[in-house]
């Protein structure tokens, strides 16, 4: 079941399917703030984004705004969930594009250890669908014991350390590379946006994956 979030009001989506009508469908896992989903919804008017984050007062401000008629600058096709990463809503498959954006804590870990995260998201993602994990290498520096390692992961030690770990969950890792600033802008994100203003190069290391 998906408990759609509107402000602070949290409900089930009677009829997801209905709500999707044939469109390709962009899912951002840990939204945060929402920011990410607004913009991508803007950019994508022919595809339903979806945020999804386990804290709904996080959601409150994004999802009353993409609420509102078009005419005052609602979003139709943008949608606040509350799920976890961990125990997505199987109703929410077949996913086309997974987003994890600067994730931290449970998610982060997730994202590095693969227990139960990266099952979760390739148990709702379609044949192919791809994914993109930014990591915020500011949680390295210095070593956070919420993270779990004290190693901060470069391009080299994504492909060689985790792609067992994503193969073994049904994803097989393309690329591992730094995000230039441009590259960090263009998530519209508060993370980013917050790390592109000390304009500081190499803060953020994109994954980009695919399922198999």
Not at 148 to 160: F, N, Q, R, Y
Not at 180 to 196: P, Q, V
């Amino acid at each position: 079941m998906i408990r759609r979030v509107v402000g602070r009001s949290i409900a089930p989506v009677a009829d997801f399917a209905e709500l999707r009508a044939g469109r390709r469908l962009l899912l951002d896992v840990g939204t945060g703030d929402g920011k990410h989903v607004l913009h991508e919804a803007r950019q994508r008017s022919d595809w339903l984004v979806v945020g999804v984050d386990a804290a709904p007062a996080q959601l409150q401000r994004a999802s009353t705004s993409a609420a509102r008629k078009p005419a005052k600058g609602g979003l139709p096709n943008a949608l606040f969930a509350q799920a976890s990463a961990e125990q997505l809503p199987a109703a929410l498959g077949p996913v086309d594009e997974l987003h994890v954006l600067m994730p931290w804590g449970s998610l982060l870990r997730g994202c590095l250890a693969g227990e139960t995260v990266l099952p979760s998201l390739r148990a709702v993602a379609a044949p192919a669908a791809a994914l993109l994990i930014t990591l915020n290498l500011h949680a390295w520096r210095p070593p956070v014991a919420e993270v779990g390692s004290s190693i901060e992961p470069t391009p080299a030690s994504v492909l060689d350390g985790l792609a067992g770990l994503y193969a073994a969950a049904g994803w097989r890792i393309e690329t591992a590379s730094y995000l230039d600033e441009a590259g960090i802008a263009a998530l519209a994100t508060s993370w980013g946006r917050r790390l592109h203003s000390t304009r500081e190069q190499f803060d953020v290391l994109a994954i980009h994956a695919v399922a198999v």
